[in-house]
T-cell receptor
């Protein structure tokens, strides 16, 4: 069973640019969550999508946005990049909260963004 | 607001030693989930365990064991007879139990475990 796939794995951008990161969840998983990991703030929740709808949102500015497609693949976008946006962006997928679901999140290896 | 504290930033042990990673949490929810994840150098977070707040039974899985004590808001993780492959950053996390929000995890800052041969 293929795991969560994130692309690109590494990227370098300059301040002011925008970036789009992609996440393909495990087949059959309908929930996709995004997390930002930095040395200073640690792992922080960005948002979660289920069936193309944003269900939860963390405390990030509007420059951070996302969407989910009908095949459950998700993208997140960061506009007007700042130096502080340099981070590892992790995507996680999970089944919905149906009976028998463990609620386990399966994470991808992340997209490492460097903003210069 | 939810909060997870992992007071140990780094731990270094020699192979075959037992090691306990501490986790203390704060939440106003009466029901919630607690998790432990392992992050090897590759960056991927690997799920280790999920525990419901209403299930205080300790759990053992091979060399891993978890001690959940609701009275002290702690969910500690012990590795018995540690191995070099256990070297990683370990995260404790907390999420609401209510439907739809259980994917919003609050993570601790992590504990870097180094197991030396």
């Amino acid at each position: 069973k293929a795991g969560v796939t994130q692309t690109p794995r590494y990227l370098i951008k300059t301040r002011g640019q925008q970036v789009t990161l992609s996440c393909s969840p495990i087949s059959g998983h309908r929930s996709v969550s995004w997390y930002q990991q930095t040395p200073g703030q640690g792992l922080q929740f960005l948002f979660e999508y289920f069936s193309e709808t944003q269900r939860n949102k963390g405390n990030f500015p509007g420059r951070f946005s996302g969407r989910q497609f009908s095949n459950s693949r998700s993208e997140m976008n960061v506009s007007t990049l700042e130096l502080g946006d340099s981070a590892l962006y992790l995507c996680a997928s999970s089944l919905s909260r149906d009976r028998g679901n463990t609620g386990e999140l399966f994470f991808g290896e992340g997209s490492r963004l460097t903003v210069l | 607001a939810q909060k997870v504290t992992q007071a140990q930033t780094e731990i270094s042990v020699v192979e075959k030693e037992d090691v306990t990673l501490d986790c203390v949490y704060e939440t106003r929810d009466t029901t919630y989930y607690l998790f432990w994840y392992k992050q090897p150098p590759s960056g991927e977070l690997v799920f280790l365990i999920r525990r419901n707040s209403f299930d205080e039974q300790n759990e053992i899985s091979g060399r891993y064991s978890w001690n959940f004590q609701k009275s002290t808001s702690s969910f500690n993780f012990t590795i018995t007879a540690s191995q070099v492959v256990d070297s990683a950053v370990y995260f404790c996390a907390l999420s609401p139990y209510s439907g739809g929000s259980n994917y919003k995890l609050t993570f601790g800052k992590g504990t870097l475990l180094t197991v030396n041969p």
